[in-house]
């Protein structure tokens, strides 16, 4: 786990607040008939706006600059003019930000119109995951307390998570140690020091846990293709606690 001093923590913050900006934004845009290609033109172009990068476009050559993951999609979906948002659809955006070096990393499922209630569940559950968690968040404690918090909130209301996917260290690199995966034992993982920021970030399945990749090399799919739900947020824990900076 890598410690940030202040200043960093700061830009930190500041890399959060436009990554949180950027999904509040896509929330107004999000409607039946928009594209996901539209939304990640519209996106990025408000990223940039606010002085920040996106962070995925070219990362390790993924085309742009959010990912867009309707219904059975779990993550990494590839924006396209061919996936066009229908009324009761399901949609995760997920959203980095690079302000001066630093990474803002979280997604949201949003509803398309009206959408069926067991949609709406999950997308409410794997939401309260994502808090459930941060509460076994604790300086001095195992990672895995929040790891193992998550996946029995989660199999209580009958969803299962994927596995293949994790959180991770956030900073400098979007993607940095720890794993920070949303199942497995209160004992596993690292210690929790200060002044580390985590992306967390539960990919809840209505259905079964197994996944399947695309022919894209991207998009990841349920294998029962049930809808699947994804909720992250950066967040800095220090010896007070933890602070949401996508929030
Ligand atoms: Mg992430």
Known sequence: ???????????????????????????????????????????????????GSPSFLGYEGFPASICASVNEMVVHGIPSKDVVL?????????????????????????????????????????????FEGI?????????????????????????SVVRELVG????????????????????DGPIVVENVCLAIEPMINLGKKEIAMLQDGWGIVTRDHKPSAHYENTVLVTKNGVEILTL
């Open 1 to 51: 786990m890598i410690q940030l001093t202040q200043p960093e923590i700061l830009l930190m913050r500041k890399a959060g607040q436009i990554t949180r900006d950027a999904l509040d934004y896509a929330k107004t845009l999000i409607k039946p008939g928009i594209s996901t290609l539209d939304l990640d033109i519209m996106i990025k172009k408000f990223i940039i706006s606010c002085g």
């Open 86 to 130: 229908k009324e009761g659809d399901i949609i995760s955006i997920d959203v980095g930000v690079i302000y001066k070096g630093y990474n803002g990393d979280a997604a949201r499922t949003f509803p398309v119109g009206r959408i069926s209630s067991e949609k709406a569940k999950l997308i409410e559950v794997t939401k309260e995951c994502f």
């Open 135 to 159: 509460r076994h968040l604790k300086v001095g404690e195992r990672l895995g307390k929040l790891s193992h918090a998550i996946q029995v909130y989660a199999e209580k209301h009958g969803y």
């Open 168 to 187: 991770h260290g956030i900073g400098k690199k979007m993607h940095m140690s720890p794993n920070v995966p949303n199942y497995g034992k209160e004992t």
